[in-house]
């Protein structure tokens, strides 16, 4: 067991030593393409984010055998999605695109996962995913409303450009009651090349003073939490490296990498599985996990006090510049 967890260890501080050549024209390109996030509006995502969960009607808990949840780690009387789902829909739709609600029915809950997509124009069987789950435990302002804010800026950039490759932007419902709807969109996915996928959960919040970063098992970090992890498996690991590039040389906001062994599910790894990557990851795809490490972190996890004025616009506006860049450079555009 020692040897396992060394090994784990010996993964993350070595996933980002060696840097792949960037084409230097390419990377301006995802550069120019990624600067053009815009904090203001990061911001304003959030908080209307924050009033869909604020005004919506929790899910009915009677379904749940509650003495067997730990409600203080997973208060799931207080789970909303309605709301935000249908803000998702409505700012997709309000940006010219054609959105898709990927309706499955299951054994206790039904999902609807929110898609819409750039069709790529030489390459539409490749795909680029961009992912975010959209229920949250009261106002949900880090987890997640800080990643579907992302999500639904760096969607904004790409309306009405061309790019090579497909980016897909998905809303993923349920994350919180075990990945149910990134679980479902995975085994549906019809016969194309998942290139990349970024999967944003908690990256809004920012703490630099020394010990507000805890450790995080199998994953090396400084004390400091002025920083986003982006977590890969090995499927994933070139792409952990193209963004750890990317990131030095655009240097929008500090990126902290590792690698989980394999296909990330080892008896080490179990913190670094904790979101809608995990599925991609055990289907055999390409899936970056970018987060703020959430409770190693922040405070407010899965708290009432999960709201807005916790989080750090620069921090989160840095985070949605340098994945915008990812994606223009794995799509291959914006083109002329």
Request: aromatic content about 8%; glycine content about 8%.
């Amino acid at each position: 067991m020692r040897a396992l967890r060394a090994a784990l260890l010996l993964l993350a501080v070595n996933a980002c030593s060696s840097r792949p050549p960037v084409e230097e024209t390419a990377v301006v390109r995802a550069g120019d393409f990624g600067a053009g996030a815009e904090k203001s509006r990061l911001e304003a995502d959030v908080m209307a984010l924050e009033k869909a969960h604020i005004e919506d009607t929790p899910i009915d808990c009677d379904a749940f055998d509650l003495e067997q949840v730990n409600l203080e780690h997973h208060p799931l009387c207080n789970i909303t999605r309605e709301k935000a789902r249908q803000l998702i829909r409505a700012r997709f739709q309000s940006l010219g695109y054609t959105v898709i609600e990927q309706k499955a029915e299951g054994p206790t809950w039904p999902t609807t996962n929110v898609i819409a997509e750039v069709r790529g124009s030489e390459h539409p069987e490749q795909v680029v995913v961009v992912g975010a789950h959209y229920d949250a435990f009261y106002s949900g302002a880090d987890d997640n409303s800080s990643g579907v804010a992302a999500m639904l800026e760096m969607a904004r950039l790409a309306a009405g450009k061309r790019f090579a490759r497909t980016i897909r932007f998905v809303g993923f419902d349920l994350e919180e009651l075990g990945l149910v709807g990134s679980t479902r969109f995975v085994r549906t996915l019809p016969g194309e090349e998942i290139v990349a996928s970024i999967v944003f959960d908690c990256i809004g919040y920012k703490d630099a003073r020394p010990g507000a970063q805890l450790g995080l098992p199998g994953f090396p970090i400084p004390n400091t939490g002025d920083f986003i992890a982006a977590i890969a498996n090995e499927q994933s690991r070139p792409r952990l490296e193209e963004l750890y590039a990317l990131g030095s040389r655009l240097d929008f906001v500090p990126l902290r990498g590792a690698v989980a062994p394999i296909d990330g599910s080892g008896p080490f790894s179990g913190n670094l599985m904790r979101s809608d990557h995990a599925p991609f990851w055990l289907a055999g795809h390409s899936a970056l996990f970018l987060t703020d490490t959430a409770n190693f972190r922040n405070p407010h996890y899965h708290q009432k006090t999960d709201v807005p004025s916790t989080l750090d616009y620069d921090f989160l506006a840095g985070v949605t510049q340098l994945s915008a860049a990812g994606i223009a450079y794995w799509a291959e555009g914006p083109l002329p």
